[in-house]
């Protein structure tokens, strides 16, 4: 069997649950990490044989997304910011508005000449912000980085080393945790769903991804914002900034406890679908 021909079978067995153009963005994913092709040796090599060990692979792969799981986590890593992080059901995947939430953060540090300073991701995941902040702010940044997950945090651990990026991981629940430590920037994309909007989730995220970093009860969707919202005046350096990824349908309700908390500066911007995504504030005084 040749590439195209094996593009044809997992077209085939995918149609049901992806549409052509994504089965063809798998499927190139897939080439790449099992043959080593990119996308235009593809193209040259699509007549070339798969060779017979690496078909069985190629079958693995596509029992597991036949069922539905994201090729994320089929391949193993993904890429974030520009950098590969390694990813599995104990982290959420990485998606491109955080990323539009870690270029802001960047860019405010940059207009403000912030060349040093410390950082603490709450609920870091894969790591993805924290150590793409690390690498991106550069070696004067301290960079440090909280999970409730031990799967999540040994998750991060790896992704910080195979990025070479010095990043404190800690072990706590922010809904509990306190401690001494003071920062210049605070940053969180903490669980946001509702159980409510949980209804409209396409199924792959729900019977795939980690519930505990998604989810929040419909009573208090807030919940861990105003965590870490007290959690950031006591720990936040005078004009340090608070950065929170949010619920687009949120956006209001989040201002406001922000502004109950006496936050200022407060600023909201929306991702690249029109939709409100994150805020930056800065601590009060
Ligand atoms: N934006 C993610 C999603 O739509 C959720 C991230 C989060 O809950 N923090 O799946």
Not at 106 to 130: F, P, V, Y
Not at 184 to 206: A, C, F, G, R, W
């Amino acid at each position: 069997m040749n590439l195209k021909q094996l593009l044809h079978h997992f077209t085939k067995e995918l149609i049901e649950i992806y549409d052509e153009q994504e089965i063809i963005s798998i499927f190139n994913i897939i080439v790449e990490h099992i043959s080593g092709f990119n996308r235009s040796q593809l193209m040259l090599n699509g007549g070339a044989e798969v060779e017979e060990v690496k078909y069985n692979t190629y079958l693995q792969a596509l029992d597991r997304l036949k069922t539905g799981e994201p090729p994320q986590y089929v391949i193993g890593d993904t890429i974030f910011y520009g950098l590969t992080f390694k990813v599995n059901p104990a982290v959420l995947i990485p998606r491109p508005e955080t990323e539009e939430l870690v270029d802001w953060i960047i860019e405010r540090c940059n207009s403000a000449s912030l060349k040093r300073g410390s950082l603490l991701d709450i609920g870091t995941g894969s790591g993805c912000i924290a150590i793409s902040l690390k690498k991106n702010l550069g070696p004067d940044f301290k960079v440090s980085a909280i999970d409730v997950s031990e799967g999540a945090l040994a998750t991060a651990t790896e992704n910080a080393l195979l990025n070479n990026a010095q990043v404190n991981f800690i072990h706590a629940d922010i809904l509990s945790y306190s401690s001494n430590e003071k920062y210049d920037l605070i940053v969180s994309n903490p669980p946001y769903i509702t159980m409510e909007e949980q209804k409209e989730m396409h199924h792959n995220v729900l019977e795939n991804e980690p519930h505990l970093a998604l989810f929040v009860s419909d009573e208090k969707p807030l919940i861990f914002y105003e965590a870490i919202a007290e959690f950031a005046l006591s720990n936040l350096n005078s004009n340090g900034l608070l950065c929170f990824e949010i619920n687009e349908y949120l956006g209001e309700e989040t201002m406001q406890m922000l502004i109950d908390k006496s936050f200022i500066n407060i600023e909201l911007r929306k991702d690249m679908q029109g939709k409100d995504r994150m805020i930056i504030c800065s601590h009060p005084n």
